[in-house]
């Protein structure tokens, strides 16, 4: 089981706000960086450290961590962001790294 | 821009040995603090972490793979190589290989290659 707990599916209007979760005690210590990964395509960081956006990504998408559980948040979801979401961080020892187990988000 | 790109057999047969290379473009694999890792997708499933090797040549791995994972890298082919031992159907999945500044954070990735573990 992974030690980083996202919910399997979310769905958001076009044009609305949605947050993705993801949980872990590791997340107390460690941020979370974020992927996105289309359909056939390898994953694309979206969101890393504090909340920075590597160069390209759009400024919709944005990071934020309290206690033990990071968050995506994509405002103004567009058609193009629908995809699966992966949070990744240090697992609980820090040695290692561990995904949450994905989200995929609907953009209806 | 650096880019990186997964290669190795496509098919290996239960209990044998998987070897993958990943070669990297556009930038040399022993400049800069760099972590190269791999990671894997089995069909249909999430994203698993297989290890990484820094630039300095220090290796960490999945706990629940470590008996059987060896990161290597050759820097006079500019490449970074994983071997998995013993390998069975459940190690069926796309392998990817990544580059990231600091670990967890991979801004470059290979395209994937799918290996299938079967007789």
């Known amino acids: 089981s992974s030690e980083l707990t996202q919910d399997p599916a979310v769905s958001v209007a076009l044009g609305q706000t949605v947050r993705i979760t993801c949980q872990g005690d590791?997340?107390?210590?460690?941020?979370a960086s974020w992927y996105q990964q289309k359909p056939g395509q390898a994953p694309v960081l979206v969101i890393y450290?504090?909340?920075n956006r590597p160069s390209g990504i759009p400024d919709r998408f944005s990071g934020s961590s309290s206690g033990n559980t990071a968050s995506l948040t994509i405002t103004g979801a567009q058609a193009e962001d629908e995809a699966d979401y992966y949070c990744n961080s240090r697992d609980s020892s820090g040695n290692s790294e561990v995904f949450g187990g994905g989200t995929k988000l609907t953009v209806l | 821009q650096v880019q990186l790109q997964e290669s190795g057999p496509g098919l290996v047969k239960p209990s044998q040995t998987l070897s993958l290379t990943c070669t990297v473009s556009?930038?040399?694999?022993?400049?800069?603090?760099?972590?190269w890792s791999w990671i894997r997708q089995p069909a249909g499933k999430g994203l698993e972490w297989i290890g990484r090797i820094y630039t300095s040549g220090s290796t960490n791995y999945n706990p629940s793979l470590k008996s059987r994972v060896t990161i290597s890298v050759d820097t006079s082919k500019n490449q970074f190589s994983l071997k998995l031992s013993s390998v069975t159907a459940a190690d069926t999945a796309v392998y990817y290989c990544a580059r990231a500044h600091s670990p967890g954070i991979a801004s470059h990735w290979g395209q994937g290659t799918l290996v299938t573990v079967s007789s």
């Open positions: 590791s997340l107390r210590s460690y941020y």
């Open positions: 556009g930038g040399s694999i022993s400049s800069g603090s760099y972590y």
């Open positions: 450290g504090k909340n």
